[in-house]
């Protein structure tokens, strides 16, 4: 099941430093580099007790909030039912990391074969692994498991607006393995 996401959510949420243990930059271009954005979050402890609140499965569609945002950044919570999955798409621009909280995703990333976009790489990512999406990364998220899954990225700058590719997909096919740990870092459990 591939779905746009449900975004229809006015919740009021703790700030970044109640979730993350540290703050969100303020400034636009305040962060220097993806790698900093990837070491703060991979050295946050998530406050589960917290974010569990936030949590909501919706059978229809994954459910993406927006639980900061900032001139710099922007930190979403999205929450995966068993088999709900993104489109084929990009970051309109922006760059990012994502830390899976609970539960398992399968990521499979795309690259041009001309005019036309083929699987090139998939990974499995499992509770406490950060998944990349850098500039120029053409994606789709999946949850293949049976159980919910709950994840948290930050982006930066702020998202406006992602271009999905799913016209341009030639082939559904299962990519190569990937490297193991490729694009993504193992951490402790989180929360
Ligand atoms: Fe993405």
């Known amino acids: 099941m591939r779905e746009r996401p ?34 703060r979050l991979r050295d946050s402890r998530p406050d589960w007790g917290l974010l569990e609140s936030f949590v909501e499965f919706d059978p229809a569609r994954y459910v993406r909030k927006t639980l900061a945002k900032t001139r710099a950044c922007e930190l979403l919570l999205v929450c995966w039912g068993p088999g709900q999955g993104s489109l084929v798409h990009d970051h ?13 995703l399968r990521e499979t990333r795309y690259a041009w074969a001309g005019d036309r976009l083929v699987p090139d790489v998939s990974v499995r990512a499992a509770e406490g692994d950060l998944l990349l999406e850098e500039s120029d990364t053409i994606h789709r998220v999946l949850n293949t498991s049976r159980h919910g899954a709950v994840s948290l990225h930050l982006y930066a ?14 082939s559904l096919k299962p990519p190569r393995p990937a490297d193991v740990g490729a694009g993504r870092r193992r951490r402790p459990r989180a929360g």
Do not use: F
Request: aromatic share 6%.
């Open 6 to 39: 449900n975004e229809d959510w006015d919740g009021e949420v703790p700030d970044a430093r109640s979730l993350l243990g540290w703050p969100l930059p303020e400034r636009r271009g305040s962060i220097p580099s993806l790698s900093w954005l990837v070491e």
């Open 92 to 104: 309109g621009g922006s760059s990012g990391v994502s830390l899976l909280v609970r539960g398992e």
């Open 157 to 170: 700058p702020p998202m406006e607006g992602m271009t999905p590719y799913d016209d341009q997909v030639a």
